[in-house]
């Protein structure tokens, strides 16, 4: 259930709503505009190089897998916006990195296995999905305080 892409939008929805209730209301529409952009990005990418004559228009395949590069931005995010912010043991920090870590490891091998993807598919979904996150936390650091008098909100950053 976890590799399933619709499943990974459903969390990122929760996602947004979450951190959003947590006082980051720039912040949310981010997250979604950020995933938003990212797959379709993928989608147009991927029907670019596979979108192939078949008895019909069919899509063999996702470059990088979706929704493994979904799930890594998703923790990215989740990393940087909680866990560095909680006020715990550096322990607890890592136990739950550590955590993050292992989940996409299984998932990475379940997709490599069910779906028979090649080692450098997934180490390209990785990848892709941290050099995405560093522009998009950039782009977000550099110009959330003009964001929040545009749209006359006040919330955490």
Known sequence: MMGSLWFIWLVNIFWAFFIRSLGFKVGSWWAINVTAIFFISMIIWSAIVFLTWNHGLTLDQTMPDLSLAMWALFFFEFDNILVHRFHVAHWVKTTIQTVFVLTWIVLAGNKMIGSDLSFTTVLGAFLLAYIYFRLAAK???????????????????
């Open 139 to 157: 782009v977000y650091l550099k110009h959330v305080k003009s964001w929040l008098v545009i749209f006359a909100v006040d919330g955490d950053i």
